[in-house]
């Protein structure tokens, strides 16, 4: 959220000179900001400039309160209605902005029922930085990099889209705008901030993700070749990965690939499947296409070996990295 914030900043803010920037940056706290001081500043032109940026966070203003009320026997939780003390004071703001104005709310919590909640997606926009499930973070960072070229004044076929999302890795779990707004500017620096971004720019200047070289891992246990395989992982230690860490996006790595390939048992056919797996076309796609040089068995196999390994870990046991260097001998001898 705070990276989106900086963002919108950056643009909003271009073309406002530096000496007049602490007038049309504004700040507020919504936990000790009341909203009458907030739709004060929302009210007040830019001084001598063309924008004003005001960003509120922690606004409690859009998330519903919990009222109770007795029945007979026993006290029964309730919403309130869908108005609170602070919808009359931003409904007029916000059906007519100022000029010039915008006005960013950060908020832990957003009840979408409530009247403002609305009347702020009617007359603005509502974005969810939860992303609690993959597809979602997906879809945001699509939007991102696409919103993020157009500032540079580049292009990008979507096939190299799906490359460049795709080395970047996108985890639900972890942020990841940062890394791709970073490797985005150093393909536009390298195109002289101009014209297409292709396949072959991005094949040269993206350090891929961990993620990406899982891939590397799976891939030639698809084709039994341990030592290359092995080699994979060995690039991982060196790039300063985190064994557990490792070992987590290979179980993972090893579940999408059983889904994906009882998907293609069932009958689907391999842009079905991808699509049901619900992330990024790149990566699903290559799921799949890598799934086809399993069985059900092997991979429901390697994901039992993979928990044996954490757990092994985790209470003193073993050690994860020689863990899952046998696991790939065992896996590359049974054929």
């Known amino acids: 959220m705070q990276q989106a914030a900086q963002l919108v900043s950056q643009k909003v803010l271009q073309a406002v000179d530096s000496p007049l920037l602490p007038f049309n940056h504004i700040g507020l706290d919504g ?4 909203a009458a001081r907030i739709v004060q500043e929302m009210q007040t032109p830019p001084f001598f400039a063309e924008s004003k940026l005001i960003v509120v966070s922690h606004a409690p203003f859009f998330a519903a309160k919990k009222a109770t009320r007795k029945g007979e026997d026993a006290e029964v939780e309730s ?7 602070a919808s009359e004071q931003f409904s007029a703001v916000f059906k007519n902005p100022t000029p010039g104005v915008v006005t960013v709310f950060q908020a832990d919590s957003v009840n979408m029922r409530l009247s403002l909640s609305m009347l702020a997606k009617k007359h603005g926009a509502v974005y969810n930085f939860s992303a609690v499930k993959r597809n979602e973070a997906v879809q945001d960072a699509q939007f991102l990099l696409r ?15 799906q490359k460049f999302l795709g080395l970047i890795g996108i985890d639900e779990k972890a942020p990841f705008v940062r890394k791709l707004l970073q490797e985005l500017d150093k393909l536009a620096a390298f195109k002289g901030y101009k014209g ?4 072959e720019d991005i094949d040269l200047l993206i350090s891929r993700s961990a993620e990406a070289k899982v891939f590397d891992v ?14 994979a992982l060995q690039q991982l230690w060196q790039d300063g990965e985190e064994p557990l860490m490792v070992l987590s996006m290979l179980s993972r790595h090893f579940r999408q690939l059983l889904l994906g390939k009882e998907l293609l048992v ?7 499947a991808a699509a049901k797996l619900g992330g990024h076309p790149f990566v699903t796609g290559k799921i799949v296409q890598a ?9 429901k196999s390697y994901l039992h070996s993979c928990f044996e390994i954490d757990h092994a870990a985790k209470t003193g046991q073993g050690e994860p990295v020689l863990g899952m260097e046998m696991l790939i001998v065992r896996a590359c001898k049974k054929y």
């Open 266 to 272: 069932a009958g689907f056919c391999p842009d079905d």
């Open 31 to 34: 936990r000790y900001g009341d």
């Open 79 to 85: 919403e309130e209605s869908n108005e609170t003390p």
């Open 196 to 199: 297409a971004i292709k396949a």
């Open 291 to 299: 799934a086809r040089a399993f069985n059900v068995p092997e991979l």
């Open 147 to 161: 919103e993020a070229l157009q500032e540079r004044g580049l292009t990008m076929p979507p096939a190299a889209q």
């Open 218 to 231: 799976t891939d030639a246990l698809s084709g039994r070749d341990a030592q290359k395989a092995l080699l």
